[in-house]
């Protein structure tokens, strides 16, 4: 995959930036990241933003700190106003952040923002372009402002990545939402940032589209950009992000590897239909949760760490029922979100 062009191995956190030439992606990329330096290392990020009468300001970071590792694509998630955005656009250098250290690609987001700002390329919630400039102007006229070279410019071979070729010369008004969305990508890696951030991608995109949009997001980190994304879809989150950190409140409440975090799911449901009505709901302790979803429904959630759904099926044929179906519905990261953000609100 080499139409897009990055920067990867060719700077080493916190050397100055040049222009170097794409290396093709190692062997191994992400045995590699698991010893490069991080490509966003985050601590004890504050943001409080002014009061706007009387009062303290909202605190949207209370103190965040992770790492982004090199070369994978990691989820950022967490309920509205949790701070994502917030966080993104400190990076972005768009909201002064009010203490704490941030630095992309080693370049600290204070001491060396130029550079910091360099490295990063960010596709922002809101969409926003000027609807009267042609994909391919757009792409040009932000090449100009970050003040790369007509013959390094390489607008054509975004739009070629971004599958929207045939659309170079359209007005950006005539743009489908999709597009907009995959224009706004191209424009965002202009400058060959080694990682791309893209806040809520898929928001309000149709299921085919979003399918495109993730296809894409795959062939750029294929390509070697290391990818952040916000997302409100769990099932995308879990599809395609290696490492998910969730932020609530203002507050990390976890950052682990995808796997990791759905093996936490612990609870798993199986739904019985019986051959009579319910009366008294048969009890277990290996049960977690135990309800009539329909008079001959039941519904038993129990931990697959102390039973299994053979077990659960002979407790209830033990206590005089016959089962005429069964299914089952293993938790997923959704449970795990859930479970996570309602322990955060509770503490
Ligand atoms: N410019 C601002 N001035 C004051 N408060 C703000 C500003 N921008 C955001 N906030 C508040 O900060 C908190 C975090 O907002 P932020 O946009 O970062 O959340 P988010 O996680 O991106 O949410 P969403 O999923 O809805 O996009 C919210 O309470 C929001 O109302
Ligand atoms: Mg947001």
Redesign the pocket.
């Known amino acids: 995959m080499a139409l897009i062009k990055v920067h990867r191995q060719s700077i080493q956190p916190g050397a100055v930036r040049s222009q170097p030439p794409f290396t093709p992606t190692q062997s191994c990329p992400k045995c590699v990241a698991m010893t490069l330096p991080p490509a966003i290392s985050i601590n004890n990020l504050v ?1 409080r ?2 009061p ?1 009468g009387n009062g303290e ?2 605190l ?2 209370d103190g965040v700190s992770f790492d982004v590792p090199q070369g994978g694509i990691f989820g950022l998630l ?12 400190i990076l972005a250098g768009m ?1 002064m952040k009010t203490s704490g250290t941030a630095k992309i690609w080693g370049f600290d987001i204070d001491r060396d923002m130029r550079n910091a700002k360099r490295s990063i390329g960010i596709v922002p ?1 809101e969409i926003v372009f000027d609807p009267f400039f042609t994909p391919f102007e757009v792409l040009e006229n932000t090449a100009g402002l970050w003040g790369v070279a007509k013959p390094l410019r390489r607008s054509m071979e975004l739009l070629r990545a971004v599958h929207l070729e045939d659309k170079a010369s359209a007005y950006s008004r005539t743009l489908s939402g999709g597009m907009r969305r995959r224009l706004l990508i191209a424009k965002a890696l202009v400058h060959a940032p080694p990682v791309l951030v893209l ?2 991608p898929t928001a309000g995109v149709d299921v085919e589209l979003r399918r495109q949009l993730w296809e894409l997001v795959r062939e750029m980190n294929n390509a070697g950009v290391t990818v952040v994304l ?1 997302t ?1 879809y769990l099932e995308e989150a879990e599809e395609l992000c290696e490492r998910i950190a969730i ?1 609530d409140h ?1 507050k990390l409440i976890t950052n682990k590897p995808t796997r990791e975090l759905v093996e936490m799911a612990r609870e798993k449901i199986v739904v019985l239909t019986l051959d009579r009505d319910i009366g008294a709901l048969p009890g277990n302790p290996a049960f977690l949760k135990c309800a009539k979803a329909g008079e001959r429904v039941l519904e038993v959630t129990y931990d697959k760490d102390r039973t299994n759904a053979g077990e659960v099926m002979a407790l209830v044929q033990g206590q005089g029922f016959a089962i005429v179906d069964v299914t089952t519905r293993e938790a997923d990261l959704e449970d795990v979100f859930v479970s996570l953000t309602s322990a955060a609100k509770a503490a």
Do not use: F, M, W
């Open positions: 943001k933003y002014a706007s300001g909202k949207a970071l967490g309920p509205n106003g949790a701070g994502k955005s917030t966080l993104i656009n909201v919630q806040d809520e916000t409100h932020i203002g």
